[in-house]
């Protein structure tokens, strides 16, 4: 049983019930202990009465009924005196049955002495089928004997059990009279025995011995059973036994002992029936003198044990209340002031504290000792423990102030780190973009490029310190930007971009205001799903219009992640936490959380079919509207700023975008295709397209003979004309490939192109270039 969660007052009420429960079951025990032999003494005589007196008479008639049954059996008639005899012993018989069938004595008797007597009116059952035998003359006087001793013995036993009063001096004197008993009973054996030998004139083989062995255990028991008898019983017994009956009963016995073990014994039989029947006669008045002197020893004895019992009863059951009532007012108190404590600590944890906290993140100042004020709980140890909790709560208050305070600055040098990160960036962006403007050679176009893919990757993490400062970043949108250029716009920010692939993506739009952040968010999970996943993977990107936003998915094909951790995951996506720079382990999923709870955009993780991980990005619907019409030339002569800035995210030209079947579902029977994650600079068009309009840039070098230019030639300036001119070219061009494309003509491979020194191109370099963005394009 786990008692920690207890309340207090459940645990002081267990304190306070568990002694007194013990206390009052021990009380209860020790009466009940007590009370049961007083019971039992007092029942003593109900045993005596319904089962001992009952009993004894039931034993003397079966004893008669034995010696005439041996008798009969003896000569070669039936004897009269024994029907008579039976009828004695019926009605002996059916008297004990009626007294140990009563509620009384079952209910002052225990298991063992029920027992008994069960087993006693069981041995009495076959008297009918036993007095059968001996009539038909089925069993000899052997037989006869042992059938009736039968009977007997199981009625001493009964007698036996009866020795279960709690007094050992009681115990002892009933024991002892059931074995003078038993002694009598051996002595009715010997005389059943003589009396068929006397019939006969002559013992019957094995007699003569069982004769002697009775009168051996007859002696024998009754040596036992003297010895245990009170001194004044004892006394009363040797007197018995020196009266003229037992002697001469005694030395009779001797004679029998000392006979022919073959011929009839010369005994007087009269005078051995005359002390016979005088020392049975005495010794069961001396018998039931002592029993009827024991039940009344009893009641005294009883009465003695009843009254210690109420005076300890009495005073445990005061022991008892006066624990009890110690119990409960020391529990009511020590209750009180520890429920005074807890509502103090718990009114500082979740009200006060959580208070300070939120006005310090507000900029309001806070008075600490206003705020953790003292509090009296008294001298003793509770007092001390409120006093310390007094400290603990003006600290935790002065710890907060500082806690805030400390992340309040760090934000601080956060966003201050960031601003001038950022605007060191957008400066080395802009020098690059008029570094690449001026550069002709391919392989210096593509170090250039990569240059600024780095500068682009760096520009996203410091927009990650401007989040994690809990600030907003500074690129946004007017106008809604297509989601295939948002997913763009967030591969040219991943450094394994070209692993990334756009599989089916469905039109929509997504409105100005939060292209940047989508952009941003998208750009973490992607850069998660490349670095988790092996080198030689792909992962893919697809969007579907629901009917309650817009879900973009993110897969991958790695090892996954386990079940805890993800659902761990989804619950950082889901609520984002506090930023704690102690748990930097995760910080895109920070951001990620982050920036999807600015626009209610919902971010989870599943688990993909191919054992990687899905990151599924839902748009809100207000977010989402439908995608905007191309425009070919609008946006190279007329185009707005956000359509400048977007074409140099998403690394396209600024001709107006077309969508092609293996992006769109517009065409169902379209195998579905990857866009090309780095599109190429415009130059013009490949007749043969790749379905997507969009013209394919031929690496190649110039002539040989033609000299690069060194760190002193500046650019020369270009005519207005003459930038016209290819613009107008480049548009024409970018046209009429969209237009074969449209055709359905079939793709053309480019053709081969060699160096100045005429060996092919190095297979290694990238085929296509994406197109540098200009200075105007930045994102501010």
């Given at each position: 049983?786990?008692?920690?969660?207890?309340?207090?007052?459940?645990?002081?009420?267990?304190?306070?019930?568990?002694?007194?429960?013990?206390?009052?079951?021990?009380?209860?025990?020790?009466?009940?202990?007590?009370?049961?032999?007083?019971?039992?003494?007092?029942?003593?005589?109900?045993?005596?009465?319904?089962?001992?007196?009952?009993?004894?008479?039931?034993?003397?008639?079966?004893?008669?009924?034995?010696?005439?049954?041996?008798?009969?059996?003896?000569?070669?008639?039936?004897?009269?005196?024994?029907?008579?005899?039976?009828?004695?012993?019926?009605?002996?018989?059916?008297?004990?049955?009626?007294?140990?069938?009563?509620?009384?004595?079952?209910?002052?008797?225990?298991?063992?002495?029920?027992?008994?007597?069960?087993?006693?009116?069981?041995?009495?059952?076959?008297?009918?089928?036993?007095?059968?035998?001996?009539?038909?003359?089925?069993?000899?006087?052997?037989?006869?004997?042992?059938?009736?001793?039968?009977?007997?013995?199981?009625?001493?036993?009964?007698?036996?059990?009866?020795?279960?009063?709690?007094?050992?001096?009681?115990?002892?004197?009933?024991?002892?009279?059931?074995?003078?008993?038993?002694?009598?009973?051996?002595?009715?054996?010997?005389?059943?025995?003589?009396?068929?030998?006397?019939?006969?004139?002559?013992?019957?083989?094995?007699?003569?011995?069982?004769?002697?062995?009775?009168?051996?255990?007859?002696?024998?028991?009754?040596e036992s059973a003297v010895a245990d008898l009170p001194a004044d019983d004892r006394a009363a017994y040797q007197r018995l036994a020196e009266s003229d009956d037992f002697a001469r009963l005694r030395a009779l016995q001797d004679t029998l002992v000392r006979a022919d073990p073959v011929r009839a014994p010369a005994v007087d039989v009269r005078a051995w029936q005359a002390s016979q029947d005088a020392v049975q006669r005495r010794l069961r008045d001396f018998e039931l003198t002592q029993a009827d002197g024991l039940a009344e020893r009893t009641v005294p004895v009883a009465v003695g044990i009843l009254v210690r019992l109420g005076a300890a009863g009495v005073l445990g059951l005061a022991a008892v209340v006066v624990s009890v009532v110690v119990s409960l007012r020391v529990g009511r108190s020590l209750a009180q002031r520890l429920s005074g404590v807890r509502t103090a600590a718990l009114e500082m944890a979740e009200q006060r504290l959580p208070d300070v906290v939120t006005r310090l993140r507000r900029g309001e100042d806070v008075d600490v000792a206003r705020e953790a004020p003292s509090l009296e709980y008294g001298r003793d140890e509770i007092g001390q423990v409120g006093h310390a909790f007094n400290e603990v709560g003006r600290t935790a208050v002065r710890a907060a102030v500082d806690e805030v305070s400390l992340r309040r600055g760090l934000n601080e040098v956060f966003l201050n780190i960031a601003r001038r990160s950022q605007g060191l960036v957008h400066r080395q962006l802009a020098l690059l973009d008029r570094m690449?403007?001026?550069?002709?050679?391919?392989?210096?176009?593509?170090?250039?490029?990569?240059?600024?893919?780095?500068?682009?990757?760096?520009?996203?993490?410091?927009?990650?310190?401007?989040?994690?400062?809990?600030?907003?970043?500074?690129?946004?949108?007017?106008?809604?930007?297509?989601?295939?250029?948002?997913?763009?716009?967030?591969?040219?920010?991943?450094?394994?971009?070209?692993?990334?692939?756009?599989?089916?993506?469905?039109?929509?739009?997504?409105?100005?205001?939060?292209?940047?952040?989508?952009?941003?968010?998208?750009?973490?999970?992607?850069?998660?799903?490349?670095?988790?996943?092996?080198?030689?993977?792909?992962?893919?990107?697809?969007?579907?219009?629901?009917?309650?936003?817009?879900?973009?998915?993110?897969?991958?094909?790695?090892?996954?992640?386990?079940?805890?951790?993800?659902?761990?995951?989804?619950?950082?996506?889901?609520?984002?936490?506090?930023?704690?720079?102690?748990?930097?382990?995760?910080?895109?999923?920070?951001?990620?959380?982050?920036?999807?709870?600015?626009?209610?955009?919902?971010?989870?993780?599943?688990?993909?079919?191919?054992?990687?991980?899905?990151?599924?990005?839902?748009?809100?619907?207000?977010?989402?509207?439908?995608?905007?019409?191309?425009?070919?030339?609008?946006?190279?002569?007329?185009?707005?700023?956000?359509?400048?800035?977007?074409?140099?995210?998403?690394?396209?030209?600024?001709?107006?975008?077309?969508?092609?079947?293996?992006?769109?579902?517009?065409?169902?029977?379209?195998?579905?295709?990857?866009?090309?994650?780095?599109?190429?600079?415009?130059?013009?068009?490949?007749?043969?397209?790749?379905?997507?309009?969009?013209?394919?840039?031929?690496?190649?070098?110039?002539?040989?003979?033609?000299?690069?230019?060194?760190?002193?030639?500046?650019?020369?300036?270009?005519?207005?004309?003459?930038?016209?001119?290819?613009?107008?070219?480049?548009?024409?061009?970018?046209?009429?490939?969209?237009?074969?494309?449209?055709?359905?003509?079939?793709?053309?491979?480019?053709?081969?192109?060699?160096?100045?020194?005429?060996?092919?191109?190095?297979?290694?370099?990238?085929?296509?270039?994406?197109?540098?963005?200009?200075?105007?394009?930045?994102?501010?």
């Amino acid at each position: 049983m786990n008692t920690r969660d207890w309340p207090i007052r459940s645990k002081l009420t267990a304190l306070v019930i568990a002694p007194v429960s013990a206390l009052l079951a021990l009380w209860i025990f020790a009466t009940t202990l007590t009370f049961g032999p007083a019971l039992d003494l007092l029942s003593a005589r109900t045993l005596l009465y319904d089962l001992g007196r009952p009993g004894e008479t039931v034993v003397a008639e079966l004893q008669r009924e034995r010696r005439l049954s041996v008798v009969q059996l003896a000569g070669d008639g039936a004897l009269p005196a024994l029907a008579e005899q039976r009828r004695r012993t019926d009605v002996a018989v059916a008297e004990l049955r009626d007294r140990v069938s009563g509620e009384r004595l079952r209910d002052a008797a225990d298991d063992l002495l029920d027992a008994r007597v069960d087993r006693l009116l069981g041995a009495l059952d076959a008297l009918p089928a036993g007095r059968g035998f001996i009539d038909r003359r089925a069993v000899d006087r052997t037989g006869a004997i042992g059938l009736y001793s039968g009977m007997v013995g199981a009625a001493f036993q009964a007698f036996s059990a009866m020795a279960t009063l709690p007094a050992d001096d009681l115990n002892r004197q009933v024991l002892a009279l059931t074995a003078l008993g038993r002694s009598r009973e051996l002595l009715g054996q010997a005389d059943a025995l003589l009396a068929g030998v006397l019939v006969t004139g002559r013992f019957a083989e094995g007699e003569h011995a069982q004769l002697v062995q009775t009168i051996g255990n007859q002696r024998f028991l009754v040596e036992s059973a003297v010895a245990d008898l009170p001194a004044d019983d004892r006394a009363a017994y040797q007197r018995l036994a020196e009266s003229d009956d037992f002697a001469r009963l005694r030395a009779l016995q001797d004679t029998l002992v000392r006979a022919d073990p073959v011929r009839a014994p010369a005994v007087d039989v009269r005078a051995w029936q005359a002390s016979q029947d005088a020392v049975q006669r005495r010794l069961r008045d001396f018998e039931l003198t002592q029993a009827d002197g024991l039940a009344e020893r009893t009641v005294p004895v009883a009465v003695g044990i009843l009254v210690r019992l109420g005076a300890a009863g009495v005073l445990g059951l005061a022991a008892v209340v006066v624990s009890v009532v110690v119990s409960l007012r020391v529990g009511r108190s020590l209750a009180q002031r520890l429920s005074g404590v807890r509502t103090a600590a718990l009114e500082m944890a979740e009200q006060r504290l959580p208070d300070v906290v939120t006005r310090l993140r507000r900029g309001e100042d806070v008075d600490v000792a206003r705020e953790a004020p003292s509090l009296e709980y008294g001298r003793d140890e509770i007092g001390q423990v409120g006093h310390a909790f007094n400290e603990v709560g003006r600290t935790a208050v002065r710890a907060a102030v500082d806690e805030v305070s400390l992340r309040r600055g760090l934000n601080e040098v956060f966003l201050n780190i960031a601003r001038r990160s950022q605007g060191l960036v957008h400066r080395q962006l802009a020098l690059l973009d008029r570094m690449e403007r001026r550069v002709e050679d391919p392989d210096e176009l593509a170090e250039l490029f990569r240059v600024d893919h780095l500068a682009t990757r760096l520009r996203r993490h410091a927009e990650d310190l401007v989040i994690l400062a809990g600030a907003a970043p500074g690129r946004g949108w007017r106008n809604p930007v297509a989601m295939v250029d948002l997913v763009r716009g967030a591969i040219s920010e991943v450094e394994s971009y070209d692993r990334v692939d756009i599989a089916d993506m469905q039109p929509a739009a997504t409105v100005g205001r939060a292209v940047g952040d989508i952009i941003h968010l998208l750009a973490e999970l992607m850069e998660n799903a490349t670095a988790f996943s092996p080198p030689g993977t792909r992962v893919a990107v697809r969007g579907q219009s629901l009917p309650n936003g817009y879900a973009l998915e993110i897969t991958d094909q790695g090892l996954g992640m386990s079940a805890p951790a993800m659902e761990e995951a989804n619950e950082r996506l889901s609520t984002p936490p506090e930023f704690d720079p102690a748990d930097s382990a995760r910080l895109g999923l920070f951001v990620v959380a982050r920036l999807a709870a600015r626009h209610g955009v919902r971010v989870q993780l599943r688990r993909a079919a191919q054992g990687g991980v899905t990151a599924v990005v839902l748009i809100p619907p207000d977010l989402v509207t439908t995608e905007p019409p191309p425009g070919p030339s609008a946006t190279m002569r007329d185009g707005s700023a956000d359509d400048q800035r977007m074409a140099k995210v998403t690394r396209l030209s600024t001709l107006p975008r077309t969508r092609s079947p293996r992006i769109t579902r517009e065409r169902v029977d379209a195998p579905t295709a990857v866009v090309p994650l780095v599109p190429s600079r415009a130059v013009p068009a490949d007749p043969s397209g790749e379905g997507d309009g969009l013209p394919r840039r031929v690496r190649r070098r110039g002539p040989a003979a033609r000299p690069r230019p060194t760190a002193q030639d500046a650019p020369a300036p270009r005519a207005p004309e003459e930038a016209r001119r290819l613009m107008s070219a480049l548009q024409s061009g970018t046209a009429r490939g969209r237009r074969d494309a449209a055709a359905g003509g079939a793709p053309v491979p480019p053709p081969t192109t060699t160096t100045a020194a005429g060996r092919p191109p190095d297979p290694d370099a990238p085929a296509a270039l994406p197109q540098p963005p200009t200075a105007t394009e930045r994102d501010v």
